[in-house]
């Protein structure tokens, strides 16, 4: 059994995209810094997924910077900001990206900023009246605060914080992460500073990211050596990560809506699986199991501990690849999960889908948890185990 179900992690290339980079894995190999034609053909490549990306994100194609990745672009915007502007103060929210989390308690370790922390509430969501009162107190400041949350899924209300933003004087960072390729983004609809994409997220090669950096804004590069990306980060472009790049966005949005339907269904399948498995105690983490709060793609599920080890690895040694954190064995949960008002004694365990899963897969995923209770001698059930034939 192979069943691969960790898509937030990361994603199986796409078919279209393994065609689209092909030819720079053999033919078009040259440097685009290069002034002879083999040269300059890769260029105008590195130059179309520019406009790919731009045109498909509602930016110009000067507001787009290819990175080795999203931390890259966290890095880049968070550091760039506080430097170029001079920032002391940031806002940010206790279930960010370890990327986020991390760059700013370098900084203010440093002596460089104060960090302020937007209340959530007990699903994860931002409070934006506190944030509000965060911005009245701290005018001209640095909003870090993320689309989509890569362990629960929540989906934050970007548009209402680039308007407190613009009330207040502040700079938006957003990471999406975990919603580019999944949920339509247009930068013409608010007004965002920064943001970062990560290609392996949505059926792209890894290695390969982008930041957006708004053109009202110029930034120190974060890697010098070199002019390329207009002199924002040197090093030979990874060609073929940005086509490939280019091409899964491209992908992603022109299937979004099929895409987004699949996904949604496959995760009420598996929460409706779940209802009736017999399995006591079961609940959902933040906003995931919302289709509308969340990203379709992620399902973050409280499963009561089991006496003879974890779900994760009891799976994974079956051949499905699932991620979570467990407090059942003193391991504690995730820095997110510590974040919401949860059961502390529960292992966590976060599914993710894409397109190409299947509903027999999940009909398989649930049988297999199953049969691990039903194998634990300490754990109840609310009725007798049923087989998976018996709910069809």
Same mark, same amino acid.
């Given at each position: 059994?192979?069943?691969?179900?960790?898509?937030?992690?990361?994603?199986?290339?796409?078919?279209?995209?393994?065609?689209?980079?092909?030819?720079?894995?053999?033919?078009?190999?040259?440097?685009?810094?290069?002034?002879?034609?083999?040269?300059?053909?890769?260029?105008?490549?590195?130059?179309?997924?520019?406009?790919?990306?731009?045109?498909?994100?509602?930016?110009?194609?000067?507001?787009?910077?290819?990175?080795?990745?999203?931390?890259?672009?966290?890095?880049?915007?968070?550091?760039?900001?506080?430097?170029?502007?001079?920032?002391?103060?940031?806002?940010?929210?206790?279930?960010?990206?370890?990327?986020?989390?991390?760059?700013?308690?370098?900084?203010?370790?440093?002596?460089?900023?104060?960090?302020?922390?937007?209340?959530?509430?007990?699903?994860?969501?931002?409070?934006?009246?506190?944030?509000?009162?965060?911005?009245?107190?701290?005018?001209?400041?640095?909003?870090?605060?993320?689309?989509?949350?890569?362990?629960?899924?929540?989906?934050?209300?970007?548009?209402?914080?680039?308007?407190?933003?613009?009330?207040?004087?502040?700079?938006?960072?957003?990471?999406?992460?975990?919603?580019?390729?999944?949920?339509?983004?247009?930068?013409?609809?608010?007004?965002?500073?920064?943001?970062?994409?990560?290609?392996?997220?949505?059926?792209?090669?890894?290695?390969?990211?982008?930041?957006?950096?708004?053109?009202?804004?110029?930034?120190?590069?974060?890697?010098?050596?070199?002019?390329?990306?207009?002199?924002?980060?040197?090093?030979?472009?990874?060609?073929?990560?940005?086509?490939?790049?280019?091409?899964?966005?491209?992908?992603?949005?022109?299937?979004?809506?099929?895409?987004?339907?699949?996904?949604?269904?496959?995760?009420?399948?598996?929460?409706?699986?779940?209802?009736?498995?017999?399995?006591?105690?079961?609940?959902?983490?933040?906003?995931?199991?919302?289709?509308?709060?969340?990203?379709?793609? !992620?399902?973050?599920?409280?499963?009561?501990?089991? #006496?003879?080890?974890? &779900?994760? =690895?009891?799976?994974?040694?079956?051949? /499905? $690849?699932?991620?979570?954190?467990?407090?059942?064995?003193?391991?504690?949960?995730?820095?997110?999960?510590?974040?919401?008002?949860?059961?502390?004694?529960?292992?966590?365990?976060?599914?993710?889908?894409?397109?190409?899963?299947?509903?027999?897969?999940?009909?398989?995923? !649930?049988?297999?948890?199953?049969?691990?209770?039903? #194998?634990?001698?300490? &754990?109840? =059930?609310?009725?007798?185990?049923?087989? /998976? $034939?018996?709910?069809?």
């Amino acid at each position: 059994m192979e069943i691969y179900l960790d898509n937030a992690a990361t994603t199986a290339l796409g078919p279209e995209v393994i065609e689209a980079i092909l030819p720079f894995l053999t033919t078009h190999y040259a440097n685009p810094s290069s002034a002879h034609g083999a040269g300059r053909k890769v260029k105008e490549a590195v130059d179309n997924a520019r406009r790919t990306v731009a045109g498909l994100l509602g930016a110009s194609p000067e507001e787009i910077y290819f990175t080795a990745g999203a931390t890259e672009g966290i890095n880049q915007a968070l550091t760039g900001a506080i430097q170029a502007y001079e920032l002391n103060h940031v806002i940010t929210s206790r279930i960010e990206h370890k990327a986020v989390l991390q760059t700013l308690n370098h900084h203010e370790k440093e002596g460089d900023i104060e960090t302020s922390f937007v209340k959530l509430d007990e699903r994860g969501n931002v409070d934006l009246y506190h944030l509000e009162n965060l911005l009245r107190a701290n005018p001209r400041t640095l909003i870090a605060l993320m689309h989509g949350n890569n362990e629960i899924g929540n989906l934050t209300d970007i548009h209402a914080i680039s308007v407190l933003a613009q009330r207040y004087n502040a700079i938006f960072f957003t990471d999406t992460t975990q919603t580019i390729g999944k949920v339509r983004i247009d930068l013409q609809a608010g007004d965002i500073d920064f943001l970062v994409g990560s290609a392996h997220k949505f059926h792209g090669p890894k290695g390969a990211g982008f930041i957006y950096i708004n053109k009202k804004h110029h930034l120190k590069p974060l890697i010098y050596g070199g002019g390329q990306e207009r002199g924002q980060r040197g090093g030979t472009e990874n060609i073929v990560g940005i086509v490939g790049l280019a091409k899964a966005l491209e992908v992603s949005y022109r299937t979004l809506e099929a895409s987004h339907s699949k996904v949604s269904k496959l995760k009420q399948y598996l929460i409706s699986k779940l209802a009736i498995s017999g399995i006591e105690g079961i609940c959902y983490n933040g906003e995931s199991k919302s289709i509308e709060n969340s990203v379709a793609n !992620v399902l973050n599920v409280s499963f009561p501990c089991l #006496s003879t080890g974890s &779900i994760v =690895t009891k799976l994974d040694q079956i051949g /499905i $690849a699932v991620s979570g954190g467990s407090a059942c064995s003193g391991g504690g949960a995730s820095h997110v999960i510590q974040a919401l008002a949860c059961e502390a004694d529960k292992e966590n365990v976060r599914f993710s889908f894409s397109k190409f899963n299947t509903f027999e897969e999940l009909d398989q995923v !649930v049988d297999a948890i199953v049969r691990i209770y039903e #194998s634990d001698p300490t &754990i109840a =059930t609310t009725k007798a185990w049923k087989s /998976i $034939a018996s709910w069809a």
